[in-house]
């Protein structure tokens, strides 16, 4: 990781470090992704089929996986993994459950009543990374909100051939509607369907920069997403009373994800920015991903601060999807961050908590999008509608509002329609 004194950087400078990689490669990106677009639009299934066999190495004989193939998936989890997900299960549906909307039902004055309600989203299409690693948990992240929402139908897609604990935890969440497909070509399957594939009206879950721009592009399209959510990040604030160890833990557990992932530790120690330094290096050796690692690692920052003001500064400048704050004090940092897509408070609190377990959800806005987008929760499985009912004494006091509201916008229907039912009432 290359080491930079803040302070020592320029403005363009300051810009650069704090770059994603996969933005510098946005036009060429882009271009591939609307080539596998036009053809699922083209070819729908053969061209699922065609990518299958071509990114995946899989011969497909069918989309969709039959049921005696995830039960006989399921046989195949051991039993002690098989409890490790479900104590996650139970975490993240407390988590969500807690998040159940409470209903508004106010009156704004006398006779004039203001609701909001809200309804499931109908159809939505749940996609699970896999590339070099199963994200088995990102089933539970996904499927548990979109089941206690009450979403009727939920479609779930993952690159051939599916692990059996991705199908295992489909299972366990209920969700029987399951594609062997991924990539971008996954992502305009949910979109526009095919011969095989549900259209869905909302699609959610992480990945890569391909999947990413094809959410990009569907959202262009009229098609509702989640978020943007690409290549995974992490931003570590450390002091010096720090544990190296944990620091450098920490940050390896992002970079082992893909070599698209990037790490930045940020911290106003140079003894502490050297100790993690050595401590990556011996940890990596103890990585059966080191080789992934390494490539994210050399698109990584290790970035010295003045102080921990300055940290914060910098991590709000950079907006991370997965923000840790391993100080003497952390909460008391909470107040100041602004753009983070989760926080992780203290020495015990590393980001793996929060990926498999703890019961806050893992799928986050990257990108810097955590300046405008929040992590995913119960609210992104609903829509909300508003409600008025006004009595007839409502109406006439609100009345003269609307009517002069309207005849100063030279909206002549909009104060008819008051004045016709105020002469009707006075009549």
């Not at 004039?112 to 690693?133: E, F, K, M």
């Not at 062997?180 to 990945?207: H, L, N, R, W």
């Not at 009595?391 to 509002?401: I, M, N, V, W």
Request: include cysteine; hydrophobic fraction near 40%.
């Amino acid at each position: 990781m290359q080491t930079l004194l803040w302070n020592s950087l320029d403005p363009s400078e300051q810009q650069n470090a704090l770059a994603r990689p996969t933005q510098t490669v946005q036009d060429s990106l882009t271009e591939q992704v609307q080539a596998i677009k036009k053809a699922v639009l083209t070819d729908g299934d053969k061209a699922l089929f065609d990518f299958a066999k071509r990114f995946d190495n899989t011969e497909l004989t069918a989309l969709q996986v039959a049921q005696a193939d995830i039960d006989k998936a399921s046989e195949q989890v051991s039993d002690t993994l098989k409890s490790a997900i479900q104590t996650a299960y139970n975490n993240i549906h407390a988590f969500h459950t807690a998040q159940i909307p409470t209903p508004i039902d106010t009156q704004t004055m006398t006779g004039v009543r203001c609701q909001v309600i809200t309804r499931p989203i109908d159809s939505v299409g749940l996609y699970i990374p896999s590339g070099t690693a199963p994200l088995f948990s990102t089933v539970l992240m996904l499927a548990i909100p979109a089941k206690i929402a009450g979403c009727r139908q939920i479609v779930l897609c993952s690159p051939a051939p599916i692990s059996n604990e991705t199908l295992y935890t489909a299972k366990l969440c209920g969700i029987d509607t399951v594609y062997a497909i991924g990539g971008a070509g996954a992502v305009f399957a949910m979109a526009c369907g095919t011969d095989s594939v549900t259209k869905v009206d909302k699609i959610f879950g992480p990945g890569n920069a391909y999947v990413t721009e094809a959410k990009r592009q569907v959202l262009a399209d009229g098609v509702a997403i989640d978020m943007p959510a690409g290549p995974s990040e992490v931003l570590v604030i450390a002091d010096e009373f720090a544990n190296p160890a944990f620091v450098a833990s920490d940050l390896l557990s992002q970079a082992e994800h893909g070599a698209d992932s990037q790490v930045i530790l940020v911290t106003p120690s140079q003894a502490l920015a050297d100790k993690v330094s050595g401590e990556i290096d011996r940890q990596l050796a103890l990585l059966s991903r080191a080789d992934t690692a390494r490539l994210a690692l050399a698109k990584s920052r290790i970035i010295i601060a003045d102080d921990l003001a300055q940290c914060i500064d910098i991590s709000n400048i950079y907006a991370p999807e997965h923000l840790i704050i391993n100080t003497q004090n952390p909460r008391a940092c909470l107040d100041d961050i602004t753009h983070a897509g989760s926080v992780f408070l203290g020495a015990y609190s590393p980001e793996s908590m929060g990926d498999y377990a703890s019961g806050t959800n893992h799928v986050l806005p990257t990108y810097g999008f955590a300046r405008t987008q929040s992590s995913l929760g119960l609210a992104d499985f609903y829509k909300r509608m508003t409600v008025q009912e006004l009595d007839k004494s409502g109406f006439l006091a609100l009345a003269p509002t609307v009517e002069a509201m309207a005849q100063a916008e030279q909206l002549d229907a909009h104060k008819l329609a008051v004045t016709v039912r105020v002469d009707e009432i006075n009549s």
